[in-house]
């Protein structure tokens, strides 16, 4: 059934179960929780970088004992062996599992937020939520290999401020996407209008954060 012009379009919500372990109150407060974390400790690595940076002017690094740190984190056993193995399960691996965790995390990103901007509406926007265990998966497996590089050449990616501006936009792409998922969660229980602006604010937000993060992940290769 068509509406007339004046009247907002309705999301077509699937009728989910109140017992259904996905509309639990908790798994929310569960993932808002978790998110948050992430974000604090990207946030907190970021500034943790920043004080290992030269100040203007200056060719030593301002935070001694970070810096101290980083070296001793890239001379480790494992460090050396990503950076120096000829295996495939080293520096190839991890970075193609860190490349792969960010395709995952990003497409699926990409068709939820297309799907709050109005495409694919035959797609019923609360069943899209089932997606965003992948997604964290996705995440997890960017994150642990994301570390793992990270280890293998601290110090010089530690003066890349490129690097700095990647962990930020990484800290705001979960934040967007914990709020994209308590949206969904709604969209559930709710029969929630299309012509919401905060949704598409979201999902606009959510594109250029994770296309900008996408691009100073790429530019870091070529920096420095």
Known sequence: M???????????????????KG?????SSWITAVSCLVVAALLLTAVVIRSVRPLPGSSEPDGGSATAFLVELSGTAFARWVNESESL????GMLFFH???LAIVVGIS??????????ATRIPLASMRALFRYLWLGFGINAVSGVMLFAADAPRKAQNPLFEIKLVLVALGVMISALVYRHLLRAGRERLETSRTA????AIASLLIWTAAIAAGRLIAYAL
């Open 2 to 20: 068509t509406s007339s012009s004046s009247e907002p379009t309705v999301i077509d919500a699937v009728p989910v179960p109140s017992s259904a």
């Open 23 to 27: 509309d639990a109150p908790w798994n």
């Open 89 to 92: 399960f080293a520096y190839p």
């Open 99 to 101: 490349t792969f965790g």
């Open 110 to 119: 990409v068709a939820v937020d297309l799907r709050l901007l109005g495409f």
């Open 199 to 202: 949704p598409r604010l979201m």
